[in-house]
Every structure is written in structure tokens, then in C-alpha cells.
DNA sequence: CTGTTAGCGCCTTCAG
DNA sequence: CTGAAGGCGCTAACAG
């Protein structure tokens, strides 16, 4: 493999110079800059990056943790994410904690280690003490003091989604979702249930409970029996929609018909089609602008805004 | 940030010592081990990730390319083997390379580079001329001699899929699927079409065109205006076959009884579930284990295997 | 404008 | 069993 010296010496220059044309830096006159050029297109020559990382104290990388990839919501991001992250010049180092928490903790030995620059944080967990020094954003979830929080304005998406629900003519409306294991903005949308319920005399009927990724069928039947009495539900989650939508058909109930379902995330469009969710939409594209974007400032020491909120989209679709 | 030769002042040992003790190499004595082991957990010392690259040339990182990870099947399969990976000590680099040829090409810079010890390969696009000193591994494709290519045992499975369609008394199968942009173990499906219906006097009714992702539904559309006759169709990939059964029931087609579907992959089943397919599902288990093995072997230096061939299972389900 | 030099943090002989 | 020394490939500061 051709090295920096191997360039230098063909082309008869000292190894300063390469330097200088390889990184654009300096000044290095029109001539040798062609020459270097193209001894380094001859020999193939391409910088080892372990060596520019230990120079320079930067790798380029970013970790991305979610709980698992093989999820909608999170193979969609990701995918916006890594995008926005190429156009930046950003590498994506993938980790699936699956809920681990020892998987979890492993980031902060990955910067400590200087493997990667920053990190982004998709968990269910808790995290405690996470030095503000390291670049790390987090989606919905506040990890602590300097440690940026993306969200969607989860409450006042969930406040449109139920007046839509309450317009329709529903009297009585439902709430499921998962519970969170940490404190976290989706428990803004149940936030914004209670509130507007509230005042309405209609009762709460609240599914919210820790939800494995696999098991929400089970938690889909279990709102139906416990609240089958309902003609609208606000569902957190794609998937849990689906599960939800299922097992009311199966029960005999007409969508929308008996039963009025709102998702949020809005995600499933592109992998399926029966039926169209009325869904609150995340703003995929501008949630990850706004996690690179303030993830980068933080690596590169610009000033970082500490919170930031991206409006949702509401998607009239075919279950309302 | 504390470095090797802080944990050794500390310790009052060589720097050397300090690195045996760190990598477990060499010989120590107990007592200076846990010397060294109390100072490296006092100063929170961990390794430099990128000076043991540059020393040793080994970054234990392995990247992924996909066309996009926003997509069951590579979603499901990049879980997988994140988690092979992981257990092995090794870290996935993920990219997505959304079918741009200039992005794919990077991937041998990147190993050229020394930013990961290998990669895996899922991609439509052609690649000539990758040499083969380096560690890659394909999914279904041939790139090339020394390139192992892991990939399910296609012309059986549909073979299988095709006689149950068959023995369900079918008597007007069809084939739809996407046309990869390359040579590909993918074609095999086609091909067992072929065979299968040749000497059957069905005659084909054959869909086989580039399908990107997201433009499924047109052609699910299509196949059933060019083939109205169909009562059974085998639809290669889980995608087109949600949008064939959507877009089959549109048009007043009842399924199973109009129409039989047995689609290949089977890697919905966690995120839908209306209706559960009859599916040729691809063992991702088993793939992605023997990517990853196939992958280390050779970048360890060890024998590897050029062609891998997995059983899929195949599963009976409601369309048929 | 260009060559030389001194490390970045670690691993690995090589003497002791 | 342990310390010292050289160098992995590159960048950046410093003389020319």
C-alpha cells in the first residue's frame, strides 16, 4: 500500500507538500501540485485514515444507537440520517442495543476510545452522568444537561389529532402506546390526551404500558377488551396501529366506521397500503436535519441549541 | 484524556507493561497486573482506538452496503448481522447507497483507506475489478472471483412454492418480480418459474423489470391488468406482494379463491400482519451468519468458503 | 512556496 | 518478567 513517502519520493518533493495538496492546505505552486497529483492517481494512493485520526483527534463518525433497526420508525430515520450525515462528511456506525443496557453504556467508551466523534441516541433507557463533553443528541429523550433533545411537538400533533377524532362525532376515545422506561417528549401525546379528554366528561381509557417491539398484538387485543366501548383511539405507533386495526376487524368492528383510529409516526406508507392511516406524521427529513445539525455544531464546537422541537404533519388517510 | 504513558507513570511500570496488561499479551507478574489494573480503573483509562488501528492495521469494523435500510428486508437482515458482528467484536459501518454507483465505489477507498476490514455487499448495481485482496462478501451476487457470495437456495425454494401453488390446483401461475441491475442469485427464482411452467403448457405470464423501491404498487398494478387470468402468482419480494394483494383486492378479487399469492422473503410478519402471506422466508439467522463467518474468515486470514447456500423455510399462510 | 521535524498513542521487538 | 526504543502514516509548525 503506497504511503505519503512513496508519493513524496516519485514526485520529488518532500512529504510536507504532499500533505499540503492531499488536504487542500497551503500553498503549493500549480506545478507541483499537478505533478503530485498525478504520481498519487499512478500509485492509487488514498490517506490512511487511522493515521489522519490519531494526527487530528477526529474520525468522521458518528454513532447511531437505536433499540433495533428492524423497525419502521427507526430504519426510516436512519436512513435520513445516514443521508444527512453523508453530505456532511459523516460515517455512520450502526449499533442495535436491543435494549441492552451494558450495549447502551458501550457508547461512551466508543468516544471515550475516540472511535467515533459523537454519537445519537435512540433508547428506552435510563442514562445517568453522561458528560456533557462528549457530542451526544438524543431523540425525545433528555439525557441531561448539554446533551440536545430533538423532538416532534409531540402534545400539540396529538391536541390536532384528537379535536380531528372529536370532529368525526367520537364520544368516547381511546389512548395506547407504549411507556417509555425513561422520561421522555412521547409522553407529551398521553399529556395531551388527559388534557383534552379531560374537560369533556368522556373518561380515560389509557393503555400504557412498557412495549416490546414484537408484542404489541398482545397489547392491541387487550385495549379492545378492556375498552371495546370506544369509537376513537389514538394510537402511538405505526406498528401497534396496524396490530390495533387488525384485531378490531377481526372482532367484526368496521373501520372507520365503528372504530376511528389515528396512528403517530406515519411511517408504513411505503411498505404497505391496507388501509391508509390517518396518521400523524413525523417529520422524518427535518428531525434528522435538525439531530445532524446540532450533533455536528456541538463536534465541531459551535454553539448548539440545547432543545428543538419539529412540527408533525396530520395525514387524513382512510381509518377516520 | 489519560494515555498509556500516564497509566505507567502512575504505576511506576514501563509503558510496555502497561500494554501488556492492556492486551493481555505477554508475560506479567499478578502483583504488577493488579497495580496497573487499579490505575487504568482510577484514571478511567481506555486504549486510543485509532493509534491501535494505525499499529496494527485493523480497525474491527465492518461495512454494510444497502441500497437503502429503509426496507424490510434490509432492515431485518442488517439486525442480524449487526448482532453476528457484534458478537465477533466487530463494529458495522452502515451505508447507503440508494443506487448511486459513485457512493458504492467509495466502499473500496474505505477499505483502501483502512476504515474497516471488510465489507458486505447487498447492491444492484454492476462492479468490475475488485480485487480480490480485499475482504468483501456479497448477498446473491457474483462479483467476482475470491468474492464469496452467501445467497438462499432460490430455484429450490420456488420450485417448492410453485408445486404447492400447483397441488392448491392453480392452473395459471404468474411471475412477478424486480429485475436486478447485475447478474444475480436472484434470477434463479425466475428461472425455476421457467423450468417449472415450461413443460406444464400454462404458458408465462412473466413480470421482470427494474422495480426501485417505492414503485412497487405500479407494477402490482400492471401484472394483474397484462395477466387478469392469473389464479396464482408467485411475487418475488415481500413488498410487491402487500401491493399485489392490495391491489388485487381493489379489483374485487378475493383472496385466496380468485387469487393464490406466495410471496419470497418473508420478513413482514413483525410489522404487519393483514394478512399473514404464505411466503418462502428467507433464514436471515442463518445468511447473516454466514456472511459474517465467511466475511472474518477471510479477513483473519483464514480458509473461506467462495459460495454459500442457505435453505429457506417455507411457510403456509392465508394466500393460498 | 517547500522540505524537515516532532510528535499523535500504541504495539512490539530487544535487551536487561 | 520488565523497561526502553522504534516506528505505524500523517499533520502542523518551523525554518529556509
Redesign the pocket.
Known amino acids: 500500500?503506497a504511503?505519503?513517502?512513496d508519493v513524496a519520493r516519485f514526485a520529488?518533493?518532500?512529504?510536507?507538500?504532499?500533505?499540503?495538496v492531499?488536504?487542500g492546505?497551503?500553498?503549493?505552486?500549480d506545478?507541483?501540485?499537478d505533478r503530485v497529483n498525478k504520481v498519487i492517481a499512478s500509485l492509487n494512493?488514498?490517506?490512511?485514515h487511522s493515521?489522519?485520526s490519531?494526527?487530528?483527534?477526529k474520525t468522521k463518525m458518528v454513532g447511531l444507537f437505536v433499540p433495533t433497526i428492524n423497525h419502521p420508525f427507526f430504519a426510516a430515520i436512519a436512513q435520513q440520517i445516514e443521508s444527512m450525515l453523508d453530505k456532511n462528511g459523516y460515517k455512520l456506525m450502526l449499533i442495535c442495543s436491543q435494549d441492552k443496557v451494558e450495549k447502551e453504556n458501550g457508547i461512551i467508551k466508543l468516544v471515550a476510545q475516540n472511535r467515533m466523534d459523537g454519537a445519537i441516541f435512540f433508547t428506552h433507557q435510563e442514562h445517568k452522568d453522561i458528560s456533557p463533553k462528549y457530542s451526544i443528541v438524543a431523540l425525545d429523550r433528555h439525557l441531561g444537561e448539554n446533551i440536545p433533545c430533538i423532538a416532534s411537538d409531540n402534545y400539540e400533533s396529538t391536541q390536532k389529532a384528537l379535536d380531528y377524532l372529536l370532529s368525526r362525532g367520537c364520544k368516547k376515545i381511546g389512548y395506547i402506546g407504549g411507556k417509555p422506561g425513561v422520561e421522555s417528549e412521547v409522553s407529551e401525546r398521553l399529556r395531551a390526551y388527559r388534557d383534552t379528554v379531560a374537560g369533556l366528561g368522556m373518561g380515560e381509557r389509557i393503555i400504557y404500558e412498557p412495549i416490546a417491539h414484537g408484542t404489541e398484538a398482545v397489547y392491541a387485543e387487550k385495549f379492545l377488551k378492556l375498552y371495546g366501548e370506544c369509537d376513537g383511539v389514538f394510537v402511538s405507533g405505526d406498528v401497534l396501529a396496524i396490530k390495533l386495526y387488525s384485531a378490531a376487524i377481526r372482532s367484526g368492528r368496521r373501520v372507520p366506521e365503528d372504530l376511528k383510529i389515528i396512528s403517530f409516526d406515519g411511517v408504513m406508507g411505503n411498505w404497505m397500503d391496507t388501509p391508509v392511516f390517518t396518521t400523524v406524521r413525523q417529520n422524518l427529513c427535518k428531525l434528522s436535519e435538525a439531530i445532524v445539525e446540532q450533533l455536528i455544531n456541538k463536534i465541531e464546537k459551535r454553539d448548539y441549541l440545547q432543545r428543538v422541537i419539529v412540527p408533525c404533519d396530520f395525514i387524513i388517510g382512510e381509518t377516520t
Open positions: 500500500m504511503g505519503m513517502k520529488n518533493v518532500g512529504i510536507g507538500t504532499v500533505s499540503r492531499v488536504n492546505s497551503g500553498y503549493v505552486s506545478e507541483v501540485r494512493y488514498t490517506p490512511n493515521a489522519q490519531l494526527k487530528t483527534q
